[in-house]
């Protein structure tokens, strides 16, 4: 179905599953309760697991089939995300035409970016990529400041032209919607001591999220995606046979960098206020971790990658003391202490130091990432299955 193999189209269904139903998968816990610290369920946290996992589907179409490493893919997440604020403050608070001016806006500089960095392969490729983001970095924050608001960056405002919108009366605020359903609606359901939370924001970044999927899905299997795997494999050769690698590496870069675009037209739906501080180096260097810890190369390892560093960064960071003397109470001072003293510094503030540890763990043990670590405990239980099938088909002597 849709074009896709029956393997292919049952993790697309996997995926919708689990987006569709996340308000109750992110909130197992009951509301009160002490493990409730790690519920996950609410809008802004699930907006960004889909946002992020978008950014990173779209830099594993470079990364993951080409090989080639871009330490810059956060200028283009800025780009569009400042292409989608200024659609909004021009046309019409509508999102639609915010994450298309984003989408094209990212595609042309990645254009840009990749006809030159893309004249060098390797560490050449990665650092050229790396100053493009440093320089868009630099010229948001203070050269281009009538256009990007420098330091305090861009948010919608009541006297903006927004030509296609009626006139705000005093005191109302411009917000994002589609079609007149604000992004920030929400409806709440309660059963028992669960609460769940569906936000219009959520479900459109979830819907794009998917589509954006499927769109991975079929340039991975496409001839394409063949090329793009040649060219990891070995360029060298497949220049021997007399095809130019360029062409597909440049297209692979331009349509990661659209990917990134349409992630940062979705920020700004969902939050509409833009700065300079999302084409920084970090917020590359964060996407280049995604990948890796998924599975670099695979359709849901950036996904997943993506979800496992948004979770921590928002749920294991806001741990503190005050909650670690709760869960431990129980125990005599002196132990308690003692444990709180072991763990507190890879929690709270030192959260770097556990997603460290992990990423250090995942590149020497499971170099394919999470989705080689679902793979492998697959494979355990189908051998405990054959061996037990193996077992009873065995007559007894």
């Not at 340039?219 to 220049?239: C, E, H």
Request: proline share 4%; with cysteine.
């Amino acid at each position: 179905m849709l074009g896709l193999d029956k393997k292919d189209f049952n993790l697309l269904l996997i995926v919708a599953c689990l987006t569709m139903l996340a308000p109750f998968i992110l909130n197992p816990f009951p509301e009160g309760s002490g493990l409730a610290q790690f519920n996950a369920g609410y809008p802004d946290l699930m907006q960004r697991f889909v946002i992020f996992g978008i950014f990173a589907i779209g830099f594993n179409i470079l990364f993951g089939l080409t090989g080639y490493l871009s330490f810059g893919h956060a200028a283009f997440l800025g780009v569009g995300s400042y292409a989608a604020i200024w659609m909004m403050k021009l046309l019409t608070t509508n999102v639609i035409p915010a994450m298309i001016m984003a989408v094209v806006i990212a595609g042309i500089f990645a254009l840009v970016v990749g006809y030159v960095s893309l004249r060098r392969s390797g560490i050449y490729f990665s650092i050229l990529t790396l100053a493009f983001a440093q320089m868009s970095f630099a010229m948001a924050y203070s050269v281009l400041t009538p256009i990007t608001g420098g330091e305090t960056g861009l948010q919608l405002k009541l006297a903006d032209a927004r030509i296609l919108d009626g006139a705000l009366e005093a005191g109302e605020q411009a917000r994002a919607n589609i079609f007149g359903l604000n992004m920030s609606s929400s409806a709440e359901l309660s059963l028992g001591s669960w609460l769940f939370t569906f936000n219009a924001g959520y479900y459109l970044a979830a819907i794009v999220m998917l589509v954006a999927f499927y769109l991975a899905i079929r340039i991975f299997r496409s001839p394409f995606g063949l090329m793009l795997r040649a060219v990891k494999s070995n360029q060298q050769r497949m220049n021997y046979t007399g095809l130019n690698a360029r062409p597909y590496t440049l297209a692979a870069f331009v349509i990661s960098g659209m990917y990134a675009g349409l992630a940062g037209g979705l920020m700004v739906a969902m939050d509409t206020q833009v700065g300079p501080e999302r084409m920084f180096w970090t917020a590359s260097g964060e996407v280049v971790l995604m990948t890796i810890l998924g599975g670099a190369g695979t359709l849901i390892g950036p996904v997943l990658g993506a979800g496992l560093i948004k979770y921590m960064e928002n749920i294991l960071s806001k741990i503190n003391s005050d909650i670690l003397h709760t869960w431990f109470a129980f125990l005599p001072d002196g132990l308690e202490d003692f444990i709180i003293t072991l763990i507190y510094p890879f929690i709270g503030k030192g959260w770097h130091l556990t997603l460290g540890i992990i990423f250090m763990l995942v590149v020497i043990f499971l170099p394919g990432g999470l989705v080689e670590g679902g793979q492998r405990i697959a494979k355990l239980f189908k051998r405990k299955d054959a061996s037990e099938d193996t077992a009873q088909s065995t007559p007894a002597e």
